[in-house]
């Protein structure tokens, strides 16, 4: 009787023990799982993006240039319908004389910028102030050096009329130009204000005054 007692006390004791090591294999199992899934997750858990900035876009050009003939597509010797036709907001005051000096007005002149207009024709362009450049780069704030480096052996000079400064005329190099000149104003070192136009309205010392 006590040998089956013993028996099963000792049967009971080693399935104790089977369980308890079942116990710790299922755990071991289960912590590997979630640990495998928590690594799998931290994986493919998306990079947050940042937005590139955008470069601005560079302003296009105005295509406001002077040349000895003018500015842009306005030309000396055009009419004032002929100007219209290019610039549609291109008109000049009421006046009894039509042949009167005036200046006109448009939509997207630059600031700073004057068309001069005498007989019904365009016949001056003036920049004032600004930035509005020749075709070869000079503009208001410019040596007088540098306006002779960019005009060489085409620039005369003459004392101005009630400054300290001068004249700095530019004389086209092309015969069919010769009637046209581009005429920077200083105050003996930097270029003040510059216009452009056919003679003799573009010498006028004091434009339509």
């Not at 799982?33 to 302003?59: L, N, V």
């Not at 306005?74 to 610039?87: D, I, K, N, W």
């Not at 540098?146 to 009630?162: A, C, E, F, G, R």
């Amino acid at each position: 009787m006590n040998f089956i007692r013993t028996s099963l006390a000792v049967s009971v004791a080693l399935a104790l023990v089977a369980c308890a090591k079942s116990d710790e294999r299922r755990t071991d199992t289960t912590s590997i799982t979630t640990s495998s899934s928590t690594e799998t997750s931290q994986q493919t858990e998306p990079a947050s993006t940042t937005p590139t900035p955008q470069t601005p876009t560079p302003t296009p050009a105005t295509g406001w240039v002077v040349t000895e003939r003018g500015i842009g597509n306005l030309r000396a010797g055009m009419t004032v319908p002929e100007a219209r036709a290019v610039y549609p907001s291109f008109k000049v005051p009421s006046s009894r004389d039509s042949t009167a000096c005036t200046y006109a007005t448009m939509d997207g002149l630059p600031a700073g910028v004057g068309v001069m207009v005498e007989g019904g024709k365009i016949v001056r362009a003036e920049v004032r102030r600004g930035n509005v450049a020749t075709s070869t780069g000079a503009r208001i704030g410019d040596s007088e050096e540098k306006i002779k480096s960019l005009y060489p052996s085409q620039v005369t000079v003459s004392p101005h009329k009630y400054t300290d400064g001068h004249y700095l005329t530019v004389v086209p190099a092309s015969k069919a130009d010769s009637a046209f000149r581009i005429i920077f104003e200083t105050d003996g070192r930097k270029v003040l204000r510059y216009h452009a136009g056919v003679r003799p309205q573009v010498e006028y010392v004091e434009g339509c005054s």
